[in-house]
């Protein structure tokens, strides 16, 4: 191939496929518990609320680790932090395979989400911002997609049909066999923490303009065409300083609404649907639909929030995410199979504005060399509400045998978290690249200086 060939497409695509591929395969684990619980409520008699807590103690360890990993991730890089992730998954996957016990359940649960946390939307996300700035969020999009090609193929299709022909210890083998064989090759051959480490640019940018020289070896900020706050944009971001700051305890607030709205739904939705009639088949049918349009969803909405923002786009896919599960809680009949699947076509394309848009709102707002620290440190709200939100579901099942109450909890939470994105308002830091665009024609028709907050608002 020549040289003027192999520059065609940029080497940060390289990035976001063996992201996506990583995610995929990691995430499976996360969102497998629903497709898992029947297997282990017939095995071993065990409630609701006890097998989910197993994904709190998952999610917990994921979440509270996230700032350990993430400025792990700023000091040795990802062709380090994501090998090691993949054994650590490797071996929690293996050991559940083998558990007699509720707290075998639980420990090697919190094993494998050590693994998670390294190979997790924060660590990903901060290597993605590293290579993107114009089209951050279309990359965090494409990348984070992932998990729902996990889900879909993973979680939907690959372990049930293993569960139901083999049980499931053979399922939770081969998920961690798999883990280790691809993941750690692909992420130790092929990733690059900068692109300046191969002689790149963000974006594969031909020039080094002052807008890209200096976010991670000092000077002005990437993308300084679109900074709208130029004291905030060029402050030198710390964990320390970010803790003072009403935006970064906003997306803390965002992180924990979400997570357990999202979870305290899709942790229970196979068995919700089981409860109303359907065959597991069906159920974790519609559960795989879930994955295939997240996958589709949060490449759009990454995508998307490249033109309208971050925040107007986030609304929107948490509207939607309200209305499905509205369609969900009126499913009361297996003879409603097409309501099921309704439900998981907008479920799954709404809960997909969850990582792309934080990963570049996170990006947006504290860019920098620590950005990993910062982030990881914001996703103990993940850990907060992802542990609460399906105990909490699967405790009022199990006094109440509904989940009337947790799905309604559920939706005022995707409320908050949407509310919470507007006050951390990552518009009024930085421009997504449209609406720069737009500003620069702007100001070229009318050859005067157009304020940058006419814009913003």
Known sequence: MSEKGSQRIFYGWTIVGVAFISMAIAYALRYSLSVFSVALEEEFGWS????????????????????????????????VIFPVGAAFLTLGLLATSQITELWHFYLFSGIAALGVSCLGYVTQGTLIANWFVKKR??????????????????????????????????????????????????????????????GLLPDGEKKA??????DLHGGPPRGSETIVDR????????????????????????????????????????????????????????????????????????????????????????????????????????????????FSLLFGLSYGIAQPLITAAMADLFQGPTLGRIFGSAGIGVAIGGALGPVFSGYLFDTTKSYHVAFVVAMVGVALAAAAMWVASPRKVRL???KARALAAQRMAQRTAVPVEELVE
Request: charged share 10%; hydrophobic share 55%.
């Open 231 to 342: 004291q905030w944009a060029e402050t030198d971001w710390t964990l320390g300083k970010a803790l003072k700051t009403v935006r970064f305890w906003a997306m803390v607030v965002n992180l924990m609404a979400f997570a357990f709205s999202l979870y305290a739904v899709m942790m229970h939705q196979v068995l919700y649907a089981k409860d109303v009639g359907f065959s597991l088949t069906t159920a974790s049918s519609a559960f795989a639909l879930v994955g295939l349009m997240g996958t589709v969803g949060k490449f759009g909405w990454g995508f998307l929030s490249d033109y309208i923002g971050r925040e107007m786009t986030y609304t929107l896919g948490a509207s939607c995410n309200i209305l499905a599960v509205l369609l969900l809680m009126s499913l009361n009949d297996p003879s409603q199979l097409w309501l099921l699947y309704a």
């Open 209 to 214: 303009p002052e807008a890209h020289r200096g």
């Open 432 to 434: 997504v690249p449209a």
């Open 137 to 198: 969020g279309t990359a965090a999009g494409a990348a984070m997609s992932g998990t729902g090609f996990g889900m879909f193929v993973i979680v939907g299709f690959l372990l049930p049909w293993i569960i139901q022909h083999y049980g499931f210890r053979w399922a939770y083998a081969t998920l961690g066999v798999i883990a280790f064989v691809v993941i750690v090759p692909l992420t130790a051959i092929f990733l690059r923490r900068t692109p300046e480490e191969m």
């Open 48 to 79: 609701r609320a006890a097998i989910h807590t197993a994904f709190s103690v998952l999610i917990f360890v994921y979440g509270f680790t996230c700032p350990i990993t993430g400025s792990l991730f700023d000091r040795y890089g990802p062709r």
